[in-house]
């Protein structure tokens, strides 16, 4: 079965700082990725994906995610936190088997950016 | 493009009321998603549509039913509501499942 964990409910990270927020999945398949982000209020944006090809995937606002298939992980990552950057991230995985484009989503990771 | 739209956006029922969430698309979308976002568990599927004709079952469809309508329009009934559907509720679409789903802007319903 497909699952999605995200181990830290919290991060705090100083404005400037390099923040990372951590994703590991499970899948039978071959795993397509997400990472959404959603501020208070509002429905989820989609910030970026990894279905094949380079690694290293880059997305909206400056944030990055980097796919390793050993560690069955996809952490996102940004080189230089804003204060604005602060909200509610969720990371999606979808089975490649799975018909229909289910994604199950982790709980989530607050993200709190101090100035 | 409005993308997404859900209405209403808020709503109080007692338990055992019936209403239905409505939610359109105008990106000509094929699948379409009904989640339930609830503190400290993410979002889960209750139902969703491949495509236009079809229905599916999430991970958590008990006491609820949809009807895609159209292409454009996949809605979300409770039949008797109950205090366990408390939740904010959402849609999204998207073109094929390689790509990302659109999300719209929730619906908050409160069952008393």
């Known amino acids: 079965a497909q699952s999605v964990a995200q181990p830290e409910d919290q991060v705090n990270v100083a404005e400037g700082n390099p923040l990372t927020v951590k994703c590991t999945y499970s899948?039978?398949?071959?795993?397509?990725l997400f990472w959404y982000v959603q501020y208070p209020n509002r429905g989820l944006q989609f910030l970026l994906k990894y279905i094949t090809g380079d690694n290293l995937v880059k997305g909206s606002y400056g944030f990055e995610a980097e796919f390793n298939k050993s560690q069955t992980s996809f952490h996102l990552k940004k080189p230089s936190a804003l204060v604005s950057d602060s909200a509610l991230y969720f990371c999606?995985?979808?089975?490649?088997?799975?018909?229909?484009?289910?994604?199950?989503f982790g709980q989530g990771t607050e993200l709190s950016v101090k100035p | 493009n409005a993308g997404v739209t859900q209405t209403p956006k808020f709503q109080v029922l007692k338990t055992g009321q019936s209403m239905t969430l409505q939610c359109a698309q105008d990106m000509n979308h094929n699948s379409m998603y009904w989640y339930r976002q609830d503190p400290g568990m993410g979002l889960r599927l209750i139902y969703y549509s491949a495509s236009e004709g079809t229905t599916d079952k999430g991970e958590v469809p008990n006491g609820y039913n949809v009807s895609r309508l159209n292409k454009r329009e996949f809605s979300l009934r409770l039949e008797s509501a109950a205090p366990s559907q408390t939740s904010v509720y959402f849609c999204?679409?998207?073109?094929?499942?390689?790509?990302?789903?659109?999300f719209g802007p929730g619906t908050r319903l409160t069952v008393l």
């Open positions: 899948v039978s398949g071959n795993p397509y």
């Open positions: 999204a679409s998207t073109y094929s499942p390689y790509n990302e789903q659109f």
């Open positions: 999606a995985v979808r089975d490649g088997d799975n018909q229909g484009g289910k994604l199950i």
